[in-house]
């Protein structure tokens, strides 16, 4: 089983390469898509050895985290893509977790949560605008979760290739949701730790980009089918 | 009369330049037409400002100014929403060009 973790980078100079050396312990390949950082991302992930791919104009992540499983999938046959944060929010360790599902074959996509176990320290703000979020996908999609915007989750080759992220930007989460749903495909979640700091929560989802996700989600769902 | 004036002289210069533009083969004659019929249409109104009204009576609409300014709404509307659809499709037409060449100049640290 080859297990390939997908790195989306925007302006991650600083953490990105802990995040590679972190989940490179558990996956044979890590590929970083640098979405044009204004900052040196590209070089520090070349530096730390993971297989670099760079936009040479910012499209967004879920544009970046397509661009990346489209390559592990077609360049270095892929039979899981893992999706990985790069700023070290995520923990390697939790790599075998969502992983495993697959290899035992119980799931196609393992989903991360944030809220099965309980072991994130994370802020009230937070936490109630994740429950919108779970609240507006169980009404749109139609699917049932615990978390629905935790970026961490493992894709068999079949899902990965079945998935197709057309959301450019952070809706895709939702469109992820949507596509499981719609292709029937087999999920399962598993508790991840999310390590909230300072940092990582001022470049975050705040409670007023949540609208800009429910916007983008419903252009797609409706308008772009024109 | 000094509103007639200029809006006469401003059609008159927007179709020769389009005339222009169709010599030097920059617009294609379907846009030639389609301008000159515009610009034509309001040097007309601006010349008989009346003759809207009939239409304006026509359609129900008390005055052939407001009338203009419905019509001119409404075709402001959908060339937006024509300029939208536009602007989405070649958004996503950019994405994939970019993840083409991001895919097909991957590199590695050997």
Redesign the interface.
């Known amino acids: 089983m080859k297990i390939v973790a997908i790195i989306p980078a925007y302006n991650e100079e600083e953490r990105v390469a802990a995040a590679i050396a972190d989940a490179a312990r558990f996956v044979d390949d890590v590929?970083v898509?640098d979405d044009c950082s204004k900052d040196r991302t590209g070089e520090a992930a070349?530096?730390s050895?993971?297989?670099?791919?760079?936009?040479?104009?910012n499209?967004g992540q879920g544009?970046a985290l397509?661009?990346g499983t489209?390559?592990a999938l077609?360049?270095l046959g892929a039979d899981i893509v893992i999706h990985f944060d790069a700023d070290g929010q995520m923990c390697g360790e939790d790599i075998e977790a969502v992983t495993e599902p697959i290899i035992k074959g119980e799931a196609s996509v393992v989903l991360g949560s944030r809220f099965l176990g309980a072991r994130s320290n994370m802020p009230l703000g937070r936490w109630l605008t994740l429950r919108c979020g779970l609240l507006f996908t169980a009404m749109v999609s139609g699917i049932k979760v615990t978390d629905t915007h935790n970026g961490f989750r493992a894709l068999s080759r079949n899902a990965a290739q079945d998935i197709k992220i057309?959301i450019?930007r952070m809706a895709h989460a939702s469109e992820i949701l949507d596509l499981i749903k719609a292709k029937k495909l087999v999920y399962v979640e598993r508790p991840v730790k999310i390590r909230y700091s300072e940092e990582t929560l001022a470049k975050g989802q705040s409670f007023f980009g949540a609208f800009i996700v429910i916007k983008d989600f419903f252009k797609a769902k409706f308008?772009?089918e024109? | 009369m000094i509103f007639q004036i200029f809006l006469i002289a401003f059609g008159l210069f927007a179709i020769l330049k389009t005339i222009r533009q169709y010599r030097a083969k920059k617009v294609s004659l379907y846009w030639l037409l389609l301008w000159c019929l515009l610009w034509l249409s309001v040097v007309i109104v601006a010349l008989m400002p009346q003759t809207t009204d009939v239409l304006a009576e026509y359609v129900g609409v008390e005055k052939g100014a407001d009338l203009l300014v419905y019509v001119a709404i409404v075709i402001l509307f959908y060339s937006i929403y024509r300029i939208l659809i536009r602007s989405e499709k070649q958004n996503k037409e950019l994405t994939e060009l970019v993840r083409k060449i991001a895919k097909l100049e991957a590199k590695r640290k050997d």
Do not use: K, N, P, S
């Open positions: 590929v898509v070349f530096e050895g993971a297989y670099l791919l760079q936009h040479v104009i499209r544009a397509q661009t489209e390559f077609e360049y057309t450019d308008f772009d024109l």
